[in-house]
């Protein structure tokens, strides 16, 4: 029965997926002389999602390479409020 190994395949890699959804925040940066003030959101690692201090630690870590200052961490969250904050975010929408 070739059939049992074909369904056995399936049902192993439709099992398989990601361990963890995606997870996002959107924060407020800024730089100064002169001041400009920016509105973002970025993809984090698994690993800092289920804290604020790590994802702010990490956002900070990758917007300076810009020359962004870390103001705030607004919320973290998953796949799902992508879509309401891409215009909001404009050019800043998963840029860093």
Known sequence: ???RPILACLLLAALSG???????ADYKAKQDN???????VIELP????G?????AREIDRRI?????Q???VMSIFGAE?????KASAGGFFLKY
């Not at 990601?18 to 996002?24: D, G």
Request: charged content about 20%; overall charge positive.
């Open 1 to 3: 029965m070739i059939l």
């Open 18 to 24: 990601p361990a963890a959804a995606a997870c996002y």
């Open 34 to 40: 002169p001041l400009k003030l920016h509105y973002g």
């Open 46 to 49: 698994d690993a800092v999602c």
């Open 51 to 55: 804290s604020r201090d790590a994802a």
């Open 64 to 68: 300076r390479r810009g020359g962004w």
């Open 70 to 72: 870390l103001l705030n």
């Open 81 to 85: 409020g992508l879509g309401d904050r």
